[in-house]
């Protein structure tokens, strides 16, 4: 199976981005995990895309917070499909990066997730993934119906409690 590159622009990006790595471990889904940023170390940010295909990944998840540029500029250096998670900053609420991330120019597409959406980035790619994997694409069925179980059964208490 393909492997997941999960790439952050700091550490201090680590505590939400974890979110995806654990739902990759979910899935059975082998991954990554790099620090790299599009300003601080912007060589290697690029020598990682450049290579990331023939090292065996199919997905690259990029997250980074304030000025993000880092899903563009690694998009910009590969063709495989980039998902960008924009990470929520203590100024701007992650709007700054929000719109830096989302707002790529024709040629190079950046999937972007919501503000801090290190899940859905994680079951972007493994939908990605699925697509050419019929087991996997069942565990995503299975989880999806657990899922919709799981706010069935919610749905049950709260008219147990509130509805007379
Ligand atoms: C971005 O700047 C990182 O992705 C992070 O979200 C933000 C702040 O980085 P630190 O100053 O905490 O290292 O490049």
Known sequence: MKKVAIIMGS????????????????????????IYSAH?????????SESARENGFGVIIAAAGMAAHLAGAIAA????????????????DGIDALLSTVQMPSGIPVA?????????????????????DSELA?????????????VLEKNEA?????NV
């Open 40 to 48: 601080r170390t912007p060589e290697q940010a690029k020598a990682f």
């Open 11 to 34: 550490d201090s990006d680590l505590p939400v981005v974890s979110k995806a790595a654990d739902t990759l471990k979910q899935f059975g889904v082998p991954y990554e995990v790099h």
């Open 158 to 162: 709260a008219q147990k409690q509130f």
């Open 77 to 92: 250096n590969a063709t495989l499909p980039v998902i960008g998670i924009p990470m929520k900053s203590k100024y701007l």
């Open 112 to 132: 972007t997730v919501a503000i801090d959406g290190a899940v859905n980035a994680a079951l972007l790619s493994v939908e990605i993934l699925a697509v050419s």
């Open 138 to 150: 069942a565990k995503l069925a299975e989880k999806r119906a657990a899922d919709t179980q799981k």
